[in-house]
Nanobody
Framework: QVQLVESGGGLVQAGGSLRLACTASGRTFSTHAMGWFRQAPGKEREFVATISSNGENTRYADSVKGRFTISRDNAKNTVYLQMSSLKPEATAVYYC?????????????????????WGQGTQVTVFS
């Protein structure tokens, strides 16, 4: 199974930027959609963004649209999340995940059975 390692989190002032990275093991990275998710203290994990296997299609949660950008480099088995104009409510542990299937579609994250194993996450803290 694919293993995921997130990095790039940290402490940032409101209005600042961070770029998260998620590196996956396995030779089939380029055939799976990827997504970023986050879990704030006391809240359920929520969807942030997803990108198709070839990088051509993306989808974002309304709360981050226009400020966050998801991208991927299949040669490096890595997916990124560029976060700009950060707000304190973005404080959370950020996780990436890979669609277990190769069926495609930008709504894969709505089906729990399509989630693969979770990584350890990376903490993002935004202070005002």
């Amino acid at each position: 199974q694919v293993q995921l390692v997130e990095s790039g989190g940290g402490l940032v002032q409101a209005g600042g930027s961070l770029r998260l990275a998620c590196t996956a093991s396995g030779r089939t990275f380029s055939t799976h959609a990827m997504g970023w998710f986050r879990q704030a203290p006391g809240k359920e994990r929520e969807f942030v963004a997803t990108i198709s296997s070839n990088g051509e299609n993306t989808r974002y949660a309304d709360s981050v649209k226009g400020r966050f950008t998801i991208s991927r480099d299949n040669a490096k088995n890595t997916v990124y999340l560029q976060m700009s104009s950060l707000k304190p409510e973005a404080t959370a542990v950020y996780y990436c995940n890979a669609d277990r299937t190769t069926w495609g579609g930008s709504s894969w994250y709505m089906t729990p059975a399509r989630f693969g194993p979770w990584g350890q996450g990376t903490q993002v803290t935004v202070f005002s």
